[in-house]
């Protein structure tokens, strides 16, 4: 959230109104409007969706190199079984989010 509100406000020339993919952004300053489903529903928000998506994918190739024991490259992060038992085998790396309910258990594995 605050990355996409970041973003916002770089606009030039500034947003009148914010569409976002069911993601609330309150303080903008102009209207936010959640719309779930939002990338079957505008074709912007479908844009914003793929940008986001081949830009990640990139940043999870990188972070492969720093981290290749994980297997970023191949999953991307998501919760395939390569990835839960890499986190059940390492616990998280500092780029995990570990408010992920798929991270905290396995953190925790790893301690014992």
Sequence with gaps: RLAMAEAVAELSPAADCVVTDAVTLP???VPCLPVVKGDAW???V????ILAKVHRDRLMA????????Y??????GYGAPE????LSRFGP???HRLTFASVVPRAAEVRR
């Design 46 to 49: 479908a844009c914003a969706s």
């Design 83 to 86: 990835h839960l038992d890499a």
């Design 71 to 76: 297997g970023f490259e191949r999953h991307k």
């Design 93 to 95: 790396c500092p780029v």
């Design 62 to 69: 990188e972070l492969d190199r720093e981290y290749p024991q």
């Design 42 to 44: 505008s074709y912007a």
């Design 27 to 29: 303080g903008l300053g």
